[in-house]
């Protein structure tokens, strides 16, 4: 399996919902990613996962909560967001937080804050 | 620091002519550099990669890369364009530093949008 799979697709929530944006890989990969990309931009990194712990936060603000449960899954807690917030947000693996790798990308999911 | 630069943000070309798109990149270290495309509303799908082998890289889809170091160029070229080539295509840097602030990170051009005409 050399695939990196990220659940819902889409989602609409509004500003004082709580969801959760989940990820998965099944390469054996020990670094997971979460980036945010606005329309016509490249991705920015949010978080970063190494051996399930938390090794880069990107001054992120706290109404995203990253977690690691496994070395499989990554989550992405959402509480009280922002109309701003709304982008396509991507999942990615690599073998290890090793400068150089490359990362394996999800196909994202496709997040709307009315 | 690790910086790239593409220097097209938009490209477009006919079915069967050459492509080109154009990256520098600019890196403390010896760096890994790849090239990404993502197709509309999807993910990033890597290409192709260098990492200090061979400067000539060849990837999917008929995609290759050439490094090189003087010019500190990643151009990437394909010698005839097909319809489904039509998408957004990321040049990526990553330095192979042991630290600092930019270890473990992708630093990502701001993308070029490839159309291909029939």
């Known amino acids: 399996d050399t695939e990196v799979t990220q659940t819902p697709k889409h989602l609409v929530m509004g500003m004082t919902n709580k969801k959760s944006l989940k990820c998965e890989q099944h390469?054996?990969?020990?670094?997971m990613y979460w980036y945010k990309q606005k329309a016509k931009k490249p991705p920015e990194l949010m978080f970063v996962y190494s051996y399930e712990k938390l090794s880069i936060n990107e001054s992120v603000p706290s109404r995203f909560s990253p977690e690691c449960p496994n070395s499989s899954l990554l989550n992405l807690h959402l509480h009280a967001l922002q109309p701003e917030d709304s982008a396509l947000y991507l999942c990615?693996?690599?073998?290890?937080?090793?400068?150089?790798?490359?990362?394996?990308f999800g196909p994202g999911t496709r997040l709307t804050v009315l | 620091a690790q910086s790239v630069t593409q220097l097209d943000s938009h490209v477009s070309v006919s079915e069967g002519t050459p492509v080109l798109l154009r990256c520098n990149y600019s890196?403390?270290?010896?760096?890994?550099l790849f090239w990404y495309v993502q197709h509309p509303n999807k993910g990033l799908q890597l290409l192709l990669k260098?990492?200090?082998?061979?400067?000539l890289v060849k990837g999917i889809n008929g995609f290759e890369a050439e490094f090189k170091k003087s010019e500190t160029s990643f151009h990437l070229t394909k010698p005839s364009a097909h319809m489904s080539d039509a998408a957004e295509y990321f040049c990526v840097v990553s330095d192979k530093s042991s630290g600092g602030t930019s270890y473990g990170k992708l630093t990502f051009g701001q993308g070029t949008i490839l159309t291909v005409h029939p």
């Open positions: 890196s403390s270290y010896s760096p890994s």
């Open positions: 990615a693996s690599s073998s290890r937080l090793v400068s150089g790798n490359e990362q394996f």
């Open positions: 390469m054996g990969h020990r670094a």
């Open positions: 260098y990492t200090s082998a061979a400067t």
